[in-house]
């Protein structure tokens, strides 16, 4: 696969921000986030939102950050370390999406400013587990999935922010439109989790063309942190200027490069991994 370029005077590098959860168990979240973002080449910052308490079997629990706190992160890290895009996971509560959607809209972060925003609306784990409480989905729907350049929930975050249950591409081109209606410039259905092909389609939406991408379905059990991954992957093409559908065929690619180099870890899901690229030519 063709990567992003490295700084041309081998010096500092393109930053970007992730806004989200960390995994103790080191395979989702802000662990996913930094690793793709540093085997891309890219500086890491970050705001954390939540503290889970993980393994590879399950979320037992998280503590969240004060939403004070967490804005401040954003604010002081725009204010001095310049970002070329930002990323959301998971936020966990009303108050912590909304100070977060306050600090984007100051920093110049989202669509209406000059920072691209990705937001991965992070709802529950692949275990089912929670990570966001229910009354926050209004919050989300109402202050952060307007500014975002472009949102990619799974077809689980789908269904909790639409109503619509996709099985098959005329639900997911209604659900793409209904996800755009919220307000983000584009919308995402990913189909990585529809089992019914080999392939594993996604549907770009911009409110006037459909995109479709389509790669391979890998099928492995270690796919934790895949969503984070593609979602990290996207804001680090964006930060380097690529437009939206180019952002996220590059990280379709990089997530199914990782997908096929996940490992297994303790008794439940191992993690995609990025390591692949400290041992094989690109
Ligand atoms: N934990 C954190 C902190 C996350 O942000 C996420 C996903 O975004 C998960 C767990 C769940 O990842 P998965 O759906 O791959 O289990």
New binding site residues.
Partial sequence: MKLLPLPSDGRTPVRVLTI????SGG????Q?DTRTMALLGVHACVAVA?V?V?NSVG?SGFHEIPPQTVADQVRVVAADIGIGAAKT??LASTAIIEAVAAACGETGIGQHGAIPLVV?P?A????GDP?LHDSALDALRQTLIPLATVVTP?LDEVRLLTGIDVTDDRTGRKAAEALHALGPRWAIVKGGHLRSSDFSTDLLFDGERFHELSAPRIDTGD??????TLAAATACALAHGYEVPDAIAFAKEWTTRCLKAAYPLGAG?GPVSPLWRLSEKW
Wanted: aromatic share 0%; glycine share 24%; hydrophobic share 35%.
């Fill in positions: 989200a959860g960390t995994d395979g989702a979240g802000i996913a939540a889970t993980q979320v996971g998971m991965d992070v529950a784990s692949m275990h990570l799974n796919d934790h942190g895949g969503g984070d899901h």
